[in-house]
């Protein structure tokens, strides 16, 4: 038995434990250890890093004199992406192949950095001013020392209120802790722990809440231009929490907040995991494929095989593992959607990367490709799923091969142009093309194929 089709059974084997439907949908993008590289090649993102700072002398965040604390996180991210450890809890169906990395990559590209202190505090305390907020005091009652205002708002009032605040009065301004509330004749009282001191019924009245902008798209507007060809990531700060926390909303920008510096590999676990979100991951708490534990145990604990995964979008101590259909996820969604391709160095032209074809191929996924390709003489490779060719590629068919294009689009995605296609002897000798007619190759398009050698700007 050839080493191909034993493989192929071991795959038979494992799949059983997969639902059909989401391992149909993602089979061809799963990166196995013996994949070739030239059909599922790394997939490199380029990241910007933004770190706002609160002011030039307090800038409670990195400085520029520390950077390599952000390389160093980098690093770590990296390792947690490529280097896998077995999953610690498994599927209720039973084993699942192990992808010992995943072959999805960050590039540090550029690290800027800005001061303010608005954008620096995603998350603080501020006065509730709006749904009819602040409300006009209308009455006070020293002796029950309470506050009445007009109207039946207990359900605006909890007894966990950071506080409550009276502005605007003749003597009572300031800020009170909530006791309890109470309803009677259309006014809503409130009784304060600490003392009133005017009977005056004037001024007005609001509460103090908490401010969380943290998964706000304010900074990558503003310091990106709502940029989509890297993926941003800003480290940010806190007035209110202590604790490092973050938010991976978009696959454009991701914030981080209240980092630790002294914590810095907890630090890389909370990036990782932020950054998941950012590929398209959900939490396993809620499965999102099939080959996921059915529970997960959610808190900063150690990972076991009974109820805690070590899953990177789990909340663990120990986020090192991603499943096949999820790493499978990643791959297809930054191989088909042609404006998260333009976040990662596929249009960086390398012939390094240049994809042979020795032996008949079909091509059913779709692929980037950061070299050439040559159809290898005698050869045929089909092409029935998309390819994005980097800048300046080119697409070599040698003598008696064929290059055919069924149903597919071949084109950059980046803006540029590449090299579209070349009939010639050999890879070796572009310049010479066959003499005879009959053993020139072929490039055939057919069912709607396209072969664009002008980019399509990702429409």
Known sequence: MTSNALMVLVLLFHVVSFGQADYENLK???PFENTSLETHPFITI???VHVIQQSENNPQNITKDNKEYIEKQFDWINRMYSTFSNPTLLPESGEVPFVPDSRIRFRLDTIQFHVDPVDWDRIRTVLHMSGGAPWEIDTIDLTRNEIGIKGNLLNRFTPNLDSITIIKSSGNNGVYSLMSKRQK?????????EDLISQVGDGSLTFFKKHDVNCSQDIWRKYTNSDKNALHVFYTGSSRVKTSFGCGPSP??????NIDQKQGYAVALLSGHELGHCL????????QFSDLPKKDQFGWIDC?????SNNIMGYNKCRRYLSPLQVAHIHKRYTTDTVLIKTTIANEYD??????VWDDADWNKAMMVKGDIVVRKRTALTINSNVSMASGATIYIEKKAKLIIDGATVTNHFGDNWGGVVICKSYERKMKSPKKKEKQGKLIVKNGGKLSMYSLNGD
């Open 351 to 356: 012939t390094a990367y240049t994809i042979e």
């Open 46 to 48: 380029k990241v910007h």
């Open 304 to 308: 076991n095989s009974s109820n805690t």
């Open 28 to 30: 061809d993008y799963i």
């Open 280 to 287: 398209g991951l959900r939490h396993t708490n809620y499965p």
């Open 252 to 257: 454009f920008f991701l914030n981080v907040s």
């Open 185 to 193: 004749g259309g006014v809503t009282f409130l009784k304060i722990k």
